[in-house]
Each structure stands twice: as structure tokens, then as C-alpha cells.
T-cell receptor, first 112, second 114 residues
Framework: AQSVTQLGSHVSVSEGALVLLRCNYS??????LFWYVQYPNQGLQLLLK??????LVKGINGFEAEFKKSETSFHLTKPSAHMSDAAEYFC??????????FGKGTKLTVNP | DGGITQSPKYLFRKEGQNVTLSCEQN?????MYWYRQDPGQGLRLIYY???????QKGDIAEGYSVSREKKESFPLTVTSAQKNPTAFYLC?????????????FGPGTRLLVL
């Protein structure tokens, strides 16, 4: 069965610094991969998704993620953090006929 | 304005009580989902439905029940058999429930036990 691991339940960066949120998946079949963002007490909003078209995927709010099959990774990055990026981020994967599986989330704090 | 609505925003349950969480969508999506979110646990699938009058259990269905009588509605009942119901409940929908589809989420209902 598909599983998703997000390294680091909490990440803290300074405003203007690089944001790097890590996601690794386990699957014998290259999955479809998603990053969602959740602001406090709200639902999830899609940031970007990988569907095997291009390995570098650009999303909303300046975020992007790179699919690396050799590393089974799909890390999320943003060159310069903004205070409004503070939220919880979830990586999710869907492989074959399986349902969408979520990682446990990474809470991003942005310090002024 | 298309989207998913969940009500109420907060819900309080007494011991032995069944409570029902509402989820409505006007996106004309065939598939709907219920997830439970606990701190540090991510989202876990409770039930999903890909068509009216049909639904399947997810990973943590025990103590929950659903119905899908209308395409736009997918209510979740938390029964008294669910011994630890305190959580944030999220409803989602997708066009057909297939692969690669984005799931669109409602704003959530927070259930608390009195």
C-alpha cells in the first residue's frame, strides 16, 4: 500500500529565506503526487500536483516541487518565504487504483 | 459561487449521542469523501462515495455511518459507538473519483465531546 512520509513535523524559517518541505513516497508504481496547504481551522487547498507530465511542477503562491523517481521524493520549495506562508502543508500520493494517502503534515512557521 | 459547505462549524456531542455533520457541494462532482484530522496524524479516510446510493468504507469507518441520497449531499453520522470522536472533520469532492483528480475540500467541522 502507498505511504507518504513528511520529514519534520515543524519547520521554521525567517521571512525571505528558502522554504524546503520534504516528502517521500513509497510505491512500486510511480504515483500521482499532490501538495495541499491548510490555514488554521480551514479546509485544504491544492498547491500543485504531479501527473507525470513534467518533473518540475509549479504551483500557486510561488511554490514548486520536483519529482525525483530515484529518490522517491517530491519536496516542496519556495525561494523566499512570506509571513502569509505560515500554515500546515500536506503531501499526498495516489498510486494505481488506490485511494489518496496523506502524509502527517508539516507546520511551517515564518519568523519576521 | 461553486464550492463545498460544511455545517455546523463547531458541534458538541454528549455521551451516547449520535450527531450528524452536513456536507453539500454545488460543483456537480460525482465523488465525495469524509476525512478525519487529528493533530499530527494527517488526514484519514472515513467513507467515500463515487455515485448516488453507493458508498465504501475507508480506513477508519468504525463508529461512523453515511448516506448518499442526492448527488450534492453526503452527510456523516458519528454514532455513540465512536468512542473518541473529538477531531476536525473534512468533507471533499472530486469530479469522478478517478486518478489524478484534485479533491476540493470544505471548511471543516470541529466536533467536541461534552
Amino acid at each position: 500500500a502507498q505511504s507518504v512520509t513528511q520529514l519534520g513535523s515543524h519547520v521554521s524559517v525567517s521571512e525571505g529565506a528558502l522554504v524546503l518541505l520534504r516528502c517521500n513516497y513509497s510505491s512500486s508504481v510511480p504515483p500521482y503526487l499532490f501538495w495541499y496547504v491548510q490555514y488554521p481551522n480551514q479546509g485544504l487547498q491544492l498547491l500543485l500536483k504531479y501527473t507525470s507530465a513534467a518533473t518540475l511542477v509549479k504551483g500557486i503562491n510561488g511554490f514548486e516541487a520536483e519529482f525525483k523517481k530515484s529518490e522517491t521524493s517530491f519536496h516542496l520549495t519556495k525561494p523566499s518565504a512570506h509571513m502569509s506562508d505560515a500554515a500546515e502543508y500536506f503531501c499526498a500520493a495516489q498510486g494505481g487504483s488506490e485511494k489518496l494517502v496523506f502524509g502527517k503534515g508539516t507546520k511551517l512557521t515564518v519568523n519576521p | 459561487d461553486g464550492g463545498i459547505t460544511q455545517s455546523p462549524k463547531y458541534l458538541f456531542r454528549k455521551e451516547g449521542q449520535n450527531v450528524t455533520l452536513s456536507c453539500e457541494q454545488n460543483l456537480n462532482h460525482d465523488a465525495m469523501y469524509w476525512y478525519r484530522q487529528d493533530p499530527g496524524q494527517g488526514l484519514r479516510l472515513i467513507y467515500y462515495s463515487q455515485i448516488v446510493n453507493d458508498f465504501q468504507k475507508g480506513d477508519i469507518a468504525e463508529g461512523y455511518s453515511v448516506s448518499r441520497e442526492k448527488k450534492e449531499s453526503f452527510p456523516l453520522t458519528v454514532t455513540s459507538a465512536q468512542k473518541n470522536p473529538t477531531a476536525f472533520y473534512l468533507c471533499a469532492s472530486s469530479p469522478m473519483g478517478g486518478h489524478v483528480e484534485t479533491q476540493y475540500f470544505g471548511p471543516g467541522t470541529r466536533l467536541l465531546v461534552l
